[in-house]
């Protein structure tokens, strides 16, 4: 039995990323940029993880310059959009979810979250979802931009694994993407994956079980 379980957020715990979508666009909107990413549009810009990265791979698509935006600045509020999106209650977590963390619970199993995505997102889920922090929930946090190389490098995953003091072989993983499976393959770890409404078709090659969802883990 793993001692811990370390969880991607988007498309994993929940199914995020079209609010993403919407958080990105009204951004796009509201600063005035013109821009609108389509389901087609961030199906093909998801494959780049990060928002500021994403960002800066739709700017190069259309020849932006890049000197032209402050990407960090356009990406906070982006996040504040997105947090402000999220306390509006649509998003709950996918079937099986919460039955895995109170059964990991009850066997003493530790939780953490390995993730590309920005910490308050990840606090604004928890809001949402258990009314509490994350850190109440979930043991160990590593998001988004503490690691210097996202997802589909291992960073994130083995800062998790460090804040654990556990090897990988000690734990197991859950994702919902390639980018996510190959991250966590890289760390060492075993990998269950439950694809997501953008992920369902990847190739999952090399993950221990691929799941409609966590209902029947
Ligand atoms: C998915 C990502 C993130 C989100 C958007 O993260 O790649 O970039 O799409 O969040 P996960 P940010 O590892 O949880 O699947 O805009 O904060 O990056
Ligand atoms: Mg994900």
Redesign the pocket.
């Given at each position: 039995m793993p001692k811990a379980l370390i969880f991607?957020?988007?498309?994993?715990?929940a199914e995020?990323?079209e609010l993403?979508r919407r958080?990105?666009n009204d951004t796009f909107a509201t600063e005035g940029h013109g821009w609108h990413w389509t389901r087609d549009d961030y199906a093909r810009l998801?494959k780049?993880?990060?928002?500021?990265?994403?960002i800066a791979r739709h700017m190069a698509e259309i020849g932006a310059d890049p000197a032209t935006v402050d990407i960090p600045a356009l990406?906070k509020a982006?996040?504040a959009r997105?947090t402000a999106l999220m306390a509006a209650g649509e998003i709950g977590l996918r079937p099986g979810v919460q039955a895995v963390i109170d059964n990991a619970r009850a066997r003493g199993q530790r939780l953490a979250i390995?993730?590309?995505?920005?910490g308050?997102?990840v606090e604004a889920l928890a809001q949402a979802v258990w009314n509490t922090r994350a850190g109440d929930v979930f043991e160990v946090l590593a998001c988004?931009d503490e690691v210097a190389a996202?997802?589909p490098a291992p960073d994130?995953f083995l800062l998790a694994l460090d804040r654990l003091g556990l090897p990988a072989a000690d734990c197991l993983a859950f994702?919902?993407?390639l980018?996510?499976l190959r991250?966590a393959l890289a760390a060492g770890l075993e990998v269950i994956v439950t694809p997501s409404s953008y992920t369902d078709g990847e190739d999952f090659t090399g993950a221990a079980r691929v799941l409609p969802d966590l209902t029947n883990y």
């Open positions: 991607d957020v988007d498309g994993t715990l995020t990323e993403h958080a990105f998801l780049t993880t990060g928002g500021k990265e994403r990406h982006k996040t997105y390995a993730t590309t995505t920005s308050p997102n988004g996202k997802k994130v994702e919902d993407s980018n996510g991250s």
